[in-house]
Structures are given as C-alpha cells and as structure tokens.
C-alpha cells in the first residue's frame, strides 16, 4: 500500500530499504518506556526480564506461528505479532485447561512445544518461521503507536501502579475493593479448573474467569507470583497489546494505516468528557480507571479485536483495501476467538451477535438478500453466548434485570413538573452521550460522506456500536455492571470513528506544513482545556441529582462557544488564508475528537487527593493481613483449605458488609467462609452485600473453631471440609485459649496468627 493510498505524503524513500534498526526502533522504545515506567514503579528487574522472556517464548512465538498458518498473505510484521499474541492467549487458555486438569500445572511453561515441535518439524509448517512482508508500517505510524503506549502507561503509573504496591507496607494502606476478589480468582486458577468461588470453598464460580486463567498461566510459566503479575506486569501489558491491536485492525478493515493508530489514539489517549477530578464516574468510563479495576475487560478487548477483524472480512470488506485478505483462515480465526471470549467477558458476545443482527438486517433490507456469510457468523456467535450461558454461567444472569434507562434515572430529578422532567431527561441523556460517546464523533462523519451508505464492514462496526450503548440503556445492574456493554460497543466505535476521520482528513488533502499545523493545534488544544480542567476541576460531592453532569455540562456549552464562532467567522477566515478552504470540517472533528483529552491527566491527578487509584471504593489493606496470607501461600499445599474469623468489611448497625477478600487473595487458597457478596448466587439481591451466608451450619462450624473450638469441631472442619489451616484476625476477635491445645501455632504478627490443624 503505497502512501498516497492512505492519505499521507508520498514516501522519498521505499520504508522496506530502511535500516532495521530505523524499522525497529519505535518498537523498541515503546517497551523501553513500559520497562522504565514499571522499574519506577518498583517492579523487579527480574521479574520484568521473566514476563518478557514468557511473552515472547509463550505468547508471542507459538501464537504468531499458528496465525500465519491460518492467514493466506503476509501483511506486515506488527500485524504477524499482534493478532499472533492474540491467538496465543488462545492457545495458552487450551493449555492451562489442560495441565491444570490434569494436577500438573507446573508443568504448563513445556505447552509452547506442542505447537513449536509441529512447527520445526513438518516441512510444509517450517515456511512460517521466515516470511517476506510486502509492506512495512509507516515510520510515523509507528512512532505515533509507541508515544500512544507510553503515554497510557505513565497514566496508568499515576492513578494505579504508583499507589498500589505489590505488599501493603504499612497497617494504613487501603486498596480499590475488587483487586483483592480478582486476585483470588488468578491465584484458583492457579491450581482449579474451573475455578470455584476462593472465599467460599467448594462453591461453582459461575463467572468470566478467562482473563484470571491468563494471570494463573502468565505466574505459572513465568514464575514471577501472582501478585507482582497483578499488581505491576499484566495490566500494562495488556493495555499495550490492545492498543497495537487497535491500531493494526484498523489499517486492517479500513486499508488505512492511520486510521488505526487514530482508533488508538481515541481508545488510549483522549479520555472521558467529564471534566472532573476522577472522583466521580458520572455513567462509567471508557478507559479511565476501568483498565486496571478491571482486568477481565482489557483481557476481552484484545480477544474481541482480533475477533472484529475476523467478522468484518466474513461480513464483507470495504472496497478498494488493498490489504491482504485473511482468506478461509478467518473463519477459524472467527471460531477460536469466539470460543476465547465466551468466558473473556459477558459483555461481549451480546454485542457481537447485535453488530451481526443489524448487518444482516440491513443487507436484507438494502439488497433484499440474505447474507449467507452473516448468517453463518451469526449462528457461530449464537452457539458461543449458549455455551457460555449454559455451562460458563449457569443460567446465572449476576444481577442483570431489563431496567430501561436505570443507568441515566439517578441523575434526573423526582417530583418536578412534567414539562421540567422531560427536559432534565433530555439533558441527562445528552450528557451521556457527551461523556462517553463524544470520541465515536467521527462515524456521524463516514455516515455523511457515504451518504448513509456504508460498506457492510462499516454497518458492521456502526451496529457494535449502537449495540453497546443500546443494551446499557436497556438493563440493570445494581453495581452499575452493565456499563461493560459500552465499553464493548466503543471497541468497535473508535475503529469507526478513526475511519470516518482519515476520511475527512484525505479529502481535506492538508500538505506536509497543514499536517504540522494541525497537529500543533491539536495539541495546544488539549494541553489548553488540560490546564484549565485540573485548575477548576470540582472535588466534592454536590446533593442535588443532577449536580453531577452539571459541569459536564457546562463545559460543553462554554466550548460550544468558540466553535459557534470559529463556524460564524470561517468564511472570512478563508478569504484571509485560503488554505483553509474545505478544510472546516476537518478541523472542527478534531477538535471534537480531542475535546476529551483532559480525561485520563484528572484521573490521574485524583490519586494527589485521593489514595490507592483515585476516588474509587476502598478497602483497608493492613500489611500485617497480608504478611499472614502471604505466610500461609508459602508453608501451604494448592489444595489446602483455610478457615478464618474475618468475613466483614465492616459492620453497619449489626449488618456484615460481606466483602472480605484479602485472605483468599494473598493466600491464594481456598478459603471455607470469608466474604461471601460477590458469589453468583448472591449477586442482585435486594439486601446486596449485607445479605447473610446462605450455609448457617457450615458459618457457625467455621466460627466455632475459633470461638469455642473442641477437638471434634475441628476433626469435622479437616474431615468434612478439607480445611487445614485457620488464620485468626485479633483485631476481628481473639481466638479462645482452648484453641493452642488444639492446633498449632505456627506463625503470628501484631493482628494476625495462623494455626495448623493436627
């Protein structure tokens, strides 16, 4: 694909006679400023050399291996890599299921052999090692993904890594409440298949546990434990492979290098409308905060990425791409990652299977035929949400109720009169659209150009993102969990909207020095509204309902003034300097597109006020807690099952908020009763996390093994339960003295003790 094919400047030079260490150098920088950013943060050196030697032995080499085979044409390299990793992460699920069932999983860094060996072996697999690329990524393409990566990664070092240690180090840390929960589940499936609930021993965990599957095998293979894997390695990892991955899929689907690196840009680095210091959410967030508070999400997006390019060649490519096509490759592409996503996140499948309803809907409608390969498509991601719903889930639906606009009804006001009400509807609707779906701007641009006449990959893409929106607007979650639809549907807005803006940039037709201009403007922009947002940003709470999107608001009706302007003036503009001339539309989309780049500085800037990753639910995180379970993680066996006095976050007025999660987190064992909210079965009921144990003989047996412990108690506790180990908090309540007659004492701190059962 030559340059003037993709809107840029024609190249003086062929990029495939550039020096290699030229071609390689953004990529080089980019993972040396991840390393720099997680040296800073404390990490390991050694566990940085570790993960990276397993990214690339594990993930990257049996993963790019199997991609090529499935391909029919080399594109580029960083697309081999990128898809390939994805594929490995596949691959890397089937094994760890695997080993794990078969109580060997520390044997799971040997699973690369199995695709290696075949690879090395069979004369017409070893072509795949060495492949010529009839294209090379563009020199400023390449650059722009790298400052792309690092930019997100110091963001994520300023409201994650640098407050969140991987150890607590004092008695006054306090941690986002879910991070513990997560880590219980990586450190089950370290040794289960499938996982059980770890603070309920015994108990199905009917959940999407296929990213906590990723953070077991990334320890397992690696060796560098799980928490330092949590806490510092996979998140940027993660992050960084789907912001290639956005960027490669775009210049996939839309022949266009840089709409991809746009769609990067727009996912990565353009923030929330929000303009607030991060301590309130307003609807959810797109990329703020929701990289790192939840993993399994960024996990999905560089399964369903890859699974959007497979779909999109099925459903029909644009005209005119010159990039090669996947060929029948993308059907097994299109299974395999299907299959990955089942359990990658809820939320993806539901808004896979729309985005191809609304293509097939409007083929029909437009050609008045069937799309056979839609269809086909269609029937396969039906097959995966069954699955997922019948076996992942067991019909469990974790508090999701139809709930039409539950997530926009807190900020209307109540008792108004009808007239007033509607108007606040409006209002908080729009907000909802300023705030999350101002970056898809770009695709109202592409609608315009095509004249409402998209390519079917296009209808494709506008049907993922109306369905994300769509759903969230439809159901309810009472922890807001249905806004993950959103976060799903952007995925494939920004691939969109990137289009649309590439678009508009090539009929703008902006010489070298236009690119330069517009560039630093765009720039000066965001760095302009970044300064003026952290001076104004607001950081207490207001009562009212709707105090919340009032400065959302507000801002858009300040820079609603400007723009009215600037389009008043424009055509005196023009006559002043006709360069601008057909250059309006450009300009303003840009500006719309950036106008959210404040976002992710204020996140960041929140942990200055707030602790631990901003104003998010907090819990405490005592490092004496964590010197116990991490105590018990080393003396004890994976199957080991502990029982413990603390199930409480606190007590409200007698009730047990019951989310306790540290002991099953740290320990990464199973735990008999700790804190049990967040098991299915209790997700969506009314009394929500005060709800009692539903076991009352099973808690009262636990509690009496400290309270009042006899020796045929706790030979019931071994026998019947499998525990073997009990961890009393002295803060919660002191075990009884009868019980250093009964057990041993093998460990104890300022809070905690650790008792072995005989």
């Given at each position: 694909m030559t340059a003037v094919a993709t809107g840029a400047a024609p190249a003086a030079v062929d990029p495939r006679r550039r020096p290699a260490a030229l071609r390689f150098a953004p990529a080089v920088a980019g993972y040396a400023a991840v390393a720099a950013v997680l040296l800073a943060a404390g990490t390991p050196a050694g566990a940085i050399a570790r993960w990276t030697a397993y990214a690339a032995l594990a993930v990257l080499l049996p993963g790019t291996l199997v991609f090529r085979a499935l391909r029919r044409r080399p594109h580029t390299l960083v697309e081999d890599l990128a898809m390939g990793a994805a594929v490995g992460l596949v691959l890397e699920l089937v094994a760890w299921a695997g080993f794990t069932a078969a109580g060997l999983p520390g044997w799971l860094r040997l699973w690369p052999l199995a695709v290696v060996a075949p690879f090395a072996a069979v004369p017409g697999l070893r072509r795949h090692w060495r492949v010529r690329y009839p294209t090379v990524a563009p020199a400023g393409w390449a650059w722009s993904l790298a400052g792309v990566v690092a930019g997100f990664t110091l963001y994520l070092y300023g409201s994650f890594l640098a407050v969140n240690p991987v150890l607590p180090t004092d008695e006054g840390q306090a941690q986002y409440i879910d991070l513990a929960f997560q880590l219980s589940i990586a450190g089950a499936a370290t040794h289960q298949v499938p996982p059980e609930v770890p603070q309920v021993a015994g108990e199905p965990l009917h959940y999407h546990w296929f990213g906590f599957a990723h953070l077991a095998a990334t320890s397992l293979v690696s060796g560098v434990d799980l928490p330092t894997v949590l806490f510092r390695l996979a998140v940027p990892a993660l992050c960084a492979l789907a912001?290639?991955?956005?960027?490669?899929?775009?210049?996939?689907?839309?022949?266009?290098?840089?709409?991809?690196?746009?769609a990067a840009?727009?996912?990565?680095?353009?923030?929330?409308?929000?303009?607030?210091?991060?301590?309130?959410?307003?609807?959810?967030?797109?990329?703020?905060?929701?990289?790192?508070?939840?993993?399994?999400?960024?996990?999905?997006?560089?399964?369903?990425?890859?699974?959007?390019?497979?779909?999109?060649e099925l459903v029909g490519r644009a005209r005119g791409v010159s990039v090669p096509a996947l060929g029948r490759g993308a059907w097994v592409l299109a299974a395999v990652l299907l299959a990955a996503s089942t359990g990658a996140k809820a939320s993806s499948l539901p808004v896979v299977l729309a985005a191809l309803a609304v293509t097939a809907a409007v083929t029909l409608v437009s050609r008045r035929r069937l799309p056979r390969r839609v269809l086909v498509a269609a029937g396969l991601a039906l097959a995966a949400q069954g699955f997922a719903t019948a076996v992942l889930f067991a019909f469990e639906s974790h508090g999701v109720v139809l709930d039409p606009l539950s997530g926009l009804r807190p900020y209307v006001p109540t008792g108004r009169p009808a007239g007033v009400t509607a108007l606040w509807w409006v209002l908080v609707g729009l907000a909802f659209l300023l705030n999350l779906q101002l970056r898809v701007a770009g695709a109202a641009a592409l609608l315009r150009l095509h004249r409402g006449r998209l390519e079917p990959v296009q209808v494709f893409l506008l049907g993922g993102a109306l369905a994300g929106p769509a759903i969230y607007l439809l159901v309810g979650h009472p922890g807001s969990s249905n806004q993950y639809f959103t976060r799903t549907g952007f995925a494939f807005g920004v691939l969109l909207s990137a289009w649309g803006w590439v678009e508009v940039a090539e009929r703008a037709a902006l010489t070298s020095r236009g690119r330069w201009l517009l560039g630093a403007g765009t720039a000066g922009f965001a760095v302009l509204l970044t300064a003026v947002q952290l001076d104004s940003a607001t950081s207490s709470p207001a009562v009212p309902a709707y105090a919340p999107v009032l400065p959302l608001l507000r801002w858009a009706a300040v820079l609603a003034v400007p723009a009215v302007l600037v389009f008043l003036c424009w055509p005196a503009l023009v006559g002043r300097w006709p360069g601008l001339a057909g250059r309006g539309g450009l300009v303003l989309l840009t500006a719309v597109l950036a106008a959210g780049a404040p976002g992710l500085v204020l996140d960041a800037a929140a942990t200055r006020v707030y602790r631990n990753g901003g104003a998010y639910p907090v819990v405490a995180m005592p490092a004496s807690r964590v010197e116990a379970a991490r105590w018990v993680h080393a003396h004890s066996a994976p199957g080991d099952v502990l029982a413990t006095n603390a199930h409480c976050r606190e007590v409200v007025d007698g009730w047990c908020d019951a989310r306790s999660f540290w002991l099953s987190g740290y320990a990464e064992r199973s735990v008999l009763v700790e804190g049990w909210a967040f098991a299915p079965r209790m997700v969506g009921r009314p009394d929500g996390p005060y709800a009692p144990f539903w076991d009352a003989?099973?808690?009262?047996?636990?509690?009496?093994?400290?309270?009042?412990?006899?020796?045929?108690?706790?030979?019931?506790?071994?026998?019947?339960?499998?525990?073997?180990?009990?961890?009393?908090?002295?803060?919660?309540?002191?075990?009884?003295?009868?019980?250093?007659?009964?057990?041993?004492?093998?460990?104890?701190?300022?809070?905690?003790?650790?008792?072995?059962?005989?």
């Open positions: 912001a290639v991955l956005v960027a490669v899929v775009g210049w996939r689907i839309s022949g266009r290098p840089y709409a991809g690196v746009v840009a727009l996912l990565f680095t353009v923030g929330e409308f929000g303009f607030e210091s991060g301590w309130r959410q307003l609807f959810g967030s797109q990329a703020t905060f929701i990289v790192w508070g939840s993993p399994s999400m960024t996990y999905s997006w560089v399964l369903l990425l890859p699974l959007v390019a497979a779909l999109g003989d099973r808690q009262r047996a636990n509690d009496e093994a400290f309270t009042a412990p006899t020796a045929t108690g706790l030979a019931a506790l071994r026998d019947r339960y499998g525990v073997r180990w009990l961890v009393v908090d002295r803060q919660v309540g002191a075990e009884a003295p009868a019980l250093r007659t009964l057990a041993d004492l093998r460990f104890e701190n300022s809070r905690t003790a650790v008792y072995r059962l005989r």
